[in-house]
């Protein structure tokens, strides 16, 4: 039991920045309403700032602000050069642009750090015990730093007048765009927001894990799985379904092994797909 409650706690944590990531694709897809398959590499593009920030600074938050940045900034290039030139196209053609996006991102940071793993050089904790459950300080943090990201997200969506504007524009576009709403500015907003929420992603399962070029990549199908579980285009929903993901495959772990935990994504996209393709909280809709 102790071992189980262990693994549904690892869970969590993974979970966490699971949801980060289907929060960047629902985002994504509530508002531009096309499936961004180059959100995994920002979150690796993410994680690299990171690193070189914080080799450079000292500092791991400093490290991570350079990481956000990156990340935003990548999304915003990413929307001026490729996507808002698709803008009346087939949501098709947007998904394989965003392909491509990802390879060229992969690419140059292959041809940059090589494709060997980098860790981050953090401190050796002890884990805490609590009821004899082992709980690592470093989750704690990442969780924190995963709550502080999702509460300013919806508070930016919520509380702030170009988050009410996003609303809108996710609500009706053509509405928005008479009542005097500029979609050029939420469009930028919204991939500034996107890629810095994904940066922040790959951070965090940099520290985690290990920093490599694949590594967003191999984090696409869990945050589309949770995306589509949560009810695609909604935010809410996205970090909720990320959650309850990250701890079925953690707890899954004894039973189907380390390296086949990633098929309990690729499972619950059929079933959800199949059974309610709505998601779990409800119909398909824009960020509300």
């Not at 080799?55 to 290039?77: E, H, K, R």
């Not at 940059?112 to 989750?139: A, C, N």
């Not at 008479?178 to 940099?206: D, N």
Request: with cysteine.
């Amino acid at each position: 039991m102790t071992d189980l409650l262990e693994l549904a706690i690892a869970g969590l944590m993974s979970g966490l920045v699971i949801g980060l990531s289907a929060l960047a694709v629902t985002l994504v897809f509530g508002i531009a309403r096309f499936a961004n398959a180059a959100t995994g590499d920002t979150m690796t593009l993410g994680a690299y700032a990171t690193l070189g920030g914080t080799a450079a600074t000292g500092s791991l938050v400093a490290g991570g602000a350079i990481g956000i940045l990156a990340g935003a900034a990548a999304g915003v290039i990413a929307y001026a050069t490729v996507f808002r030139k698709l803008e009346r196209r087939s949501p098709v053609a947007a998904l394989l642009a965003s392909i491509g996006v990802g390879f060229v991102i992969r690419a140059g940071l292959g041809l940059v750090y090589g494709h060997g793993q980098q860790v981050f050089q953090l401190p050796l904790v002890r884990p805490w015990r609590v009821w004899g459950i082992r709980i690592q300080p470093t989750d704690l943090e990442i969780a924190a730093a995963a709550l502080a990201t999702l509460a300013a997200v919806f508070l930016i969506l919520h509380a702030t007048p170009i988050g009410r504007q996003m609303r809108a524009v996710a609500d009706d576009p053509d509405l928005a765009r008479v009542s005097g709403i500029a979609p050029r500015r939420v469009m930028i907003a919204l991939w500034a927001l996107a890629g810095g929420v994904a940066a922040v992603a790959g951070c965090l399962l940099g520290i985690k894990t290990v920093v490599a070029p694949e590594m967003g990549w191999d984090m696409l199908l869990p945050a589309f799985a949770a995306a589509i579980l949560g009810g695609i285009g909604h935010p809410v929903g996205a970090v909720v379904a990320g959650v309850l993901l990250g701890i079925a495959q953690e707890t899954a772990t004894p039973w189907v092994g380390f390296t086949y935990k990633i098929a309990l994504s690729f499972a619950v996209l059929l079933l959800v797909l199949l059974v309610r393709p709505r998601g779990l909280f409800g119909r398909i809709e824009g960020v509300r």
